[in-house]
């Protein structure tokens, strides 16, 4: 168990990394513009969950396996790109219901959830920045207990501030939804960070 200085050291650093917004924050922002509050605390709800999933690897030894083999890693950046395209290529269709909506039924929070959980375990930087960040502050006497304890707290701490901006996007998309312009600005800008953050899986 780490001691409460290095809980402490470990979340500052972990803060002033997240508060810079990056690929998951502006898939928050894009899904809570698109498709409300709700549905864009649901894709928060659903990246923790992956990013859990990443830190339990992390402690098991399983990232090192991934960035061990070139074939595998590769493979799975690629995965991640497809599905990013596939969403991408999804908002840019035309759609016969035009009509306004502030919130996404049920069964899509679902899918929100689903799609937060694979675009964060289909990006394998992911691994490598657990697999850099953490062990900074891990003793290793006691790897695996400390890895699983500071990613929990890596992913509170995310939760939050990916809430921060859902919750924000979430309310300004309240006021764009009345005009029906402004809801295709929405989903083509949607559509156009899902397809940005494809050739950014693809290209780095």
């Known amino acids: 168990m780490p001691n409460g200085t290095t809980i402490a050291s470990f979340c500052l650093a972990a803060l002033v990394v997240l508060v810079v917004p990056g ?3 502006a898939y928050v922002v894009t899904t809570s513009l698109r498709h409300g509050r709700t549905a864009g605390l649901a894709s928060v709800l659903g990246l923790e969950l992956g990013a859990l999933v990443h830190v339990v690897a992390a402690a098991a030894g399983l990232g090192a ?3 061990s083999s070139p074939d595998l890693f ?3 950046r690629y995965a991640g790109a497809a599905y990013l395209l596939v969403m991408g ?3 840019l269709r035309p759609l016969k219901d035009e009509a306004p909506k502030h919130r996404a039924p049920p069964r899509n929070h679902l899918r929100m959830i689903r799609d937060g959980i694979l675009v964060d375990l289909l990006n394998p930087k992911t691994v490598l920045f657990f697999l850099a960040f953490l062990p900074q502050f891990v003793r290793p006497a006691e ?4 890895i699983l304890v500071l990613g929990a707290c890596f992913v509170l701490l995310a939760a939050a501030c990916d809430a921060t901006y859902a919750m924000a996007a979430g309310s300004l998309a ?8 402004a809801r295709r600005r929405i989903k083509q800008t ?4 899902y397809l940005t953050l494809a050739g950014l899986a693809v290209l780095t």
Do not use: K
Request: glycine fraction near 18%; charged fraction near 15%.
């Open 65 to 67: 396996v991934l960035v």
């Open 89 to 91: 290529v999804r908002e």
């Open 190 to 193: 949607t559509g156009g960070v």
């Open 143 to 146: 790897g695996s207990g400390q």
């Open 174 to 181: 309240r006021h764009l939804h009345g005009s029906p312009q």
């Open 74 to 76: 590769r493979l799975i």
């Open 23 to 25: 690929p998951s924050v």
